[in-house]
């Protein structure tokens, strides 16, 4: 059975960065396309954000709220995934979740449902 470890979460000031991984158990990662979504306090699981997605090819896209300022790379040699944000702003405060193996679909990424990361709290002061 494949897991998504998480780590880098941690409690940061406004303008701080911070960089995210979400490393597999497994080597899925070269045949994955990968996402990093985020879960707001309060929201549920349904409400969920996509944030950032990169193909097996290294093609990123990002959410418009965190363009220019977050970045995702992947390292398959390592079966890792990176979700590098910089500026941090007091919105970025939410749980964040990796997922692999996901599907692009007419230029949306649609996750797979049954390989999350536990997810990583970041929390963004002012």
């Known amino acids: 059975q494949v897991h998504l470890v998480q780590s880098g979460g941690g409690y940061m000031r406004a303008g701080e960065s911070l960089t995210l991984s979400c490393a597999a158990s497994t080597t899925i990662f070269s045949t994955s396309p990968m996402g990093w979504y985020r879960q707001a306090p309060g929201n549920g699981r349904d409400q969920r954000e996509l944030v950032a997605t990169i193909s097996t090819t290294g093609a990123t896209n990002y959410a418009d709220s965190v363009k220019g300022r977050f970045t995702i790379s992947r390292a398959d040699a390592k079966n890792t995934v990176y979700l590098q944000m910089d500026s941090l702003k007091p919105d970025d405060t939410a749980d964040y979740f990796c997922?692999?193996?996901?599907?692009?679909?007419?230029?949306?990424?649609?996750?797979?449902?049954?390989?999350w990361g536990r997810g990583t709290q970041v929390t963004v002061s002012s």
């Open positions: 997922n692999a193996g996901g599907q692009f679909s007419g230029g949306r990424y649609y996750p797979n449902m049954g390989l």
